[in-house]
């Protein structure tokens, strides 16, 4: 059992569907190069030349500036320095620590290893 003809499927306007497709993505998404690839492939099973529009259509979107809003730092912290159970609780940046590379230092200089 069929639910769509293949006549009535060549009747749909594709290009409306997958440029509405695209409009409805939310550019913050963590997941949006997949979504974008998933309409690429869709859009190329349908008809080249509509991948090809799509194509344009992505990259106008890939050329309109987007705002990125400044986030407030929170500086409190949500733990309480000191031993633990399972070890030691401490910020790093006490002391004079910046980067990964000295943090890994500094851990090893407190283990002793």
Request: hydrophobic share 40%.
């Amino acid at each position: 059992m069929e639910c769509f003809s293949k006549d009535s499927l060549h009747q749909i306007d594709w290009y409306d569907v997958y440029s509405k497709m695209i409009m409805a993505l939310d550019l913050e998404d963590i997941l949006l190069e997949k979504k974008i690839n998933l309409v690429r492939y869709g859009a190329m099973q349908v008809d080249i030349k509509i991948k090809e529009k799509i194509e344009q259509i992505l990259e106008k979107i890939s050329l309109q500036p987007r705002l990125i809003e400044e986030k407030q730092i929170d500086e409190t912290r949500v733990y309480q320095p000191g031993f633990r159970e399972k070890g030691l609780m401490l910020d790093a940046s006490d002391f004079g620590v910046d980067n990964v590379y000295e943090a890994v230092r500094l851990f090893a200089k407190i283990t002793n290893l």
